[in-house]
């Protein structure tokens, strides 16, 4: 009798044990999605690569994920969880810029595939390298911003608009120098009269030292700050704000919902649903960096013996930015949408290329300014 209940107590506390949206399986691929500092269900960035991996298993139900999440967001404490887990998994999804120093773990684990997003696997010297084991992936989130900045120029009402963002690393200079290129185009193919507002107080500082100007609130996960920044906006004039800020994002949200005919721009995904303010909704569209269908591309073709070790900047030219237009998830008049989607075929083909970090291109000067 003793021994069945210790083996009962033993299955249970195994039970208990499962994290939660692990999915069970005999035999399949075992992948694990690692984030830092949020979890996958953060609304945005992290849940929008789980949602890759969740369509993924839907088509391969042997297949089991498990989120971990290191939750200070320190780059050590990162690698730590990575190197901890490694011999556990056959796949690992790492999300976000903190995982670039896996190159280290991945080599010496040359069994595990790893898929690595928003950032590329880097050396000991903090220079960028391909690995055989390693699918990296990055997005011209300067493409998406280019859409956003042109929406918020050609819908503001007051002729003032603004992009909000957390850290000014090189992906969310990306977003604030694509929209502000945005604008500019939209000023000149379309008399739209936007003015771009840049708070002094909070202009960023990039990797290299350089100002970069725009609305940085200083972190990722700064809401208080967030509202800060957003209402001073408001208070200057703007009715449009796009905001690439990560958590912080939620502030600007509330500010813009506690105000008058004032609309945001979400980034990343689709977060319409997150505009909701009783009966009205304050998303006007949002900028999308299309990380689900890329992470189940490449699972899948880890299924199907293609993996392709190697770093890859997607982009317009194989959807994997854009903009979200659908009716009942936007805000958009039909003319507007009609201008955007002008500019975003041209961008598609390379004829339009806005500014983005160490391109060599300003936001008023950019590839594609006077194209029509």
């Not at 939750?71 to 796949?91: C, R």
């Not at 008399?191 to 002094?200: K, S, W």
Request: aromatic letters at 8%; charged letters at 20%.
């Amino acid at each position: 009798m003793k021994k069945v209940v210790c083996v009962f107590l033993v299955g249970l506390m195994a039970l208990m044990s499962v994290p939660v949206g692990t999915f069970a399986a005999e035999g399949g691929l075992k992948i694990a999605i690692l984030t830092s500092p949020s979890d996958v269900r953060d609304g945005s960035f992290n849940e929008n690569n789980y949602n890759g991996i969740l369509s993924f298993l839907r088509d391969h139900p042997d297949a089991s994920v498990t989120p971990l999440v290191e939750k200070t967001g320190d780059v050590t404490a990162v690698l730590n969880l990575t190197e901890e887990v490694v011999a556990d998994y056959d796949i690992l999804v790492c999300c976000g810029f903190q995982f670039s120093g896996i190159t280290e773990i991945a080599q010496d684990n040359p069994e595990v595939r790893f898929i690595l997003v928003d950032t590329w696997p880097v050396d000991a010297e903090g220079k960028d390298v391909e690995v055989e084991n390693i699918n990296a992936m990055k997005f011209r989130e300067q493409e998406s911003g280019f859409l956003a900045g042109m929406a918020a120029a050609l819908c503001s009402k007051t002729k003032k608009v603004a992009v909000v963002n957390g850290i000014a690393y090189p992906a969310n200079v990306n977003y604030q120098y694509g929209f502000m290129s945005g604008v500019h185009y939209a000023n000149r193919h379309h008399g739209a009269g936007a003015e771009i507002v840049e708070l002094p107080s909070y202009s960023g500082t990039d990797v290299t030292g350089a100002s970069v100007g725009g609305n940085y609130v200083g972190s990722f996960s700064d809401m208080v700050n967030g509202k800060v920044v957003g209402q001073a906006l408001i208070r200057e004039g703007c009715d449009v704000i796009f905001v690439a800020a990560g958590g912080s994002g939620n502030g600007v949200f509330t500010a813009a919902k506690e105000a008058k005919d004032v609309y945001v721009i979400g980034v990343d995904v689709d977060q319409y649903d997150d505009g909701a303010n009783g009966s009205s909704n304050i998303i006007l569209t949002s900028g999308l960096k299309v990380m689900d269908v890329n992470n189940a591309r490449v699972l899948n073709e880890i299924v199907d013996g293609k993996f392709r070790g190697g770093n890859y900047l997607l982009g317009a030219d194989t959807n994997s930015t854009g903009y979200v237009k659908k009716e009942g998830r936007c805000q958009l008049p039909g003319d507007v949408i009609e201008k955007i989607d002008h500019a975003f075929a041209l961008m598609k083909t390379g004829v339009i290329v806005p500014a983005a970090f160490g391109n060599g291109m300003k936001p008023d000067s950019f590839k594609g300014l006077d194209a029509e």
